[in-house]
C-alpha cells in the first residue's frame, strides 16, 4: 500500500511551492513526523513531514520545481520498493509543474452547446504537418482562443494534458511580456519564490485608489531615547506608529468587497531586506504589549529572517506598515505601495542635513481621507518629540 505525499499548503494564499530538497531517497525508512523533503515558499524554506512510518518509493517530483498545492510529489509505502528500479525515476516536470496563472485560472461554465471534456478532442486533432492542430485542446477551447486573438501554441495546458477554456481564459487575464527581442541579447531565469510573490503582491495593489501625504519631523531624540532603552530605532518607530494607530482605529482597518475589517488589535507589518528579497515581519498587538515583549518578538522574527526559516503566521496579516529606509543617508524620501489587507503604509526616509526625516504615509482612500491622514501626522509628529511612552 502507498500513501501519498502531497505538496503542503503553508498558507491562504499558497499557490505553488518549489520542492528544494528530498532528505531521502528511494527505500530509505522514514518515521512519522520526520522531515522528508524542503520546499521553498514565497517566504521561506521549510520542511514537509512524514505523516506515516515507512518507505520512501517513487516516482518523485523533480527538485527544483514548482509544484501546484495538494499535488502529489511522491509516496510512502509500507514496504521496501528499493529493488523497483522504475518507481526510482524521477516524477516528470511536466506532469507536475504549472504555473500560477493556471492554478489561479477562474472556473469557467462553457455554453450547453459546447464541451470541454478530453473526449471532445477528436483524432483528427493530430497534424503532423501543422503544429498548431497537434495540440490536444477542446473545440470550445480552440475557438475562444481564436476570438481573444491567442495562439494555441503558447497556452499550457490543464492537469489532464488538454487545454480547456479555463486556459485559454487565464492566459488572456495574464499580462502581456515587453517584447525584448529588439534589445541587447538576454536568457530567461526563474526567479525566486520570495520575489515572484513580491511581483504577484504588488500587482494585485494595482487597482488601489492610494494618495500621498508627507511630513519632516525631527526624530535625534526618539534615537538617543532608543539607544538608552537597548532597542533599534525602527523598533520605536513601530512602536510609536502602533500607539498612534491606535488612537485612529481607521488606519487598522481595510476595504473589503462585503464592507470594511474593523480589526480589533494593531499588528504592525515592518519592511525588512532579507538579501533575496523584501518581507515584512509581523509584531502582533504592537499597541497592546510592552515593548520588551516587542523587542524580544522581534529578535526571534529577524533571526528567522536571516534562517531563512520563517513561516506565514510570521509575515502576514498585518493591518499598518512600515519602511525605514533610514540607514540609506542617500535616500532623502520615498513612497511605499499599499500592501492588500491594509489601508496605510508609511515610508522612513534618511536624516536630512537639517536633522529632519521625511515621513511619507501612502493611503487607501476608500478607507483614508487627506484630513485623516493629516491628523495621524500631527499626532505621530507629537509622540516622537516626547519619549516617555518608551520607558
Request: overall charge negative; glycine content about 6%; hydrophobic content about 45%.
Amino acid at each position: 500500500m502507498k500513501i501519498e505525499i502531497t505538496m503542503p499548503a503553508l498558507s491562504d494564499t499558497m499557490q505553488t511551492g518549489r520542492l528544494t530538497r528530498w532528505n531521502k531517497v528511494v527505500g530509505d525508512a522514514v518515521k512519522k513526523g520526520e522531515a522528508i523533503a524542503e520546499v521553498e515558499t514565497d517566504k521561506a524554506i521549510l520542511d514537509v513531514e512524514a505523516f506515516n512510518d515507512g518507505f520512501l518509493a517513487g516516482p518523485l517530483a523533480a527538485v527544483d520545481t514548482d509544484i501546484p498545492v495538494h499535488q502529489v510529489i511522491g509516496y510512502i509505502s509500507d514496504h521496501n520498493e528499493a529493488v523497483r528500479t522504475a518507481e526510482s525515476a524521477p516524477m516528470p516536470a511536466s506532469v507536475v509543474q504549472e504555473t500560477a496563472a493556471i492554478t489561479s485560472a477562474p472556473t469557467v461554465t462553457p455554453p450547453p452547446h459546447a464541451t470541454t471534456t478530453a473526449n471532445a478532442v477528436h483524432s483528427d486533432d493530430h497534424h503532423p504537418d501543422d503544429p498548431a492542430k497537434t495540440i490536444m485542446a477542446s473545440p470550445y477551447a480552440r475557438a475562444l482562443a481564436h476570438d481573444l486573438g491567442l495562439d494555441i501554441q503558447s497556452i499550457k495546458a490543464g492537469a489532464d494534458g488538454y487545454i480547456h477554456a479555463t486556459q485559454v481564459i487565464a492566459a488572456a487575464l495574464v499580462p502581456r511580456d515587453a517584447d525584448l527581442h529588439m534589445g541587447p541579447p538576454y536568457t530567461i531565469e526563474k526567479p525566486s519564490m520570495l520575489r515572484d510573490a513580491v511581483a504577484r503582491n504588488m500587482s494585485a495593489t494595482l487597482h488601489t485608489p492610494t494618495f500621498l501625504i508627507s511630513s519632516r519631523f525631527a526624530i535625534k531624540q526618539l534615537h538617543e531615547a532608543a539607544k538608552n532603552t537597548g532597542i533599534s530605532l525602527t523598533l520605536a518607530l513601530t512602536r510609536a506608529c502602533a500607539l498612534t494607530v491606535g488612537e485612529d482605529p481607521w488606519f487598522n482597518h481595510a476595504w473589503t468587497r462585503q464592507g470594511i475589517a474593523r480589526r480589533h488589535r494593531v499588528d504592525m507589518g515592518i519592511a525588512v531586506d532579507s538579501g533575496g528579497g523584501l518581507i515584512t515581519p509581523v509584531l502582533r498587538d504592537a499597541a497592546g504589549r510592552s515593548i520588551k515583549e516587542l523587542a524580544e518578538d522581534w529578535r526571534i522574527l529577524l533571526n528567522k529572517v536571516k534562517k531563512g526559516r520563517i513561516s506565514p503566521e510570521d509575515y502576514q496579516g498585518a493591518s499598518f506598515y512600515l519602511s525605514n529606509l533610514g540607514i540609506f543617508p542617500e535616500v532623502e524620501r520615498f513612497n511605499a505601495i499599499v500592501p492588500t489587507g491594509a489601508s496605510a503604509i508609511l515610508a522612513i526616509a534618511a536624516a536630512g542635513q537639517d536633522g529632519l526625516t521625511d515621513f511619507t504615509l501612502s493611503c487607501d482612500h476608500r478607507v483614508i481621507f487627506g484630513a485623516d491622514a493629516a491628523r495621524f501626522l500631527q499626532r505621530l509628529g507629537k509622540r516622537l518629540e516626547d519619549c516617555s511612552w518608551l520607558i
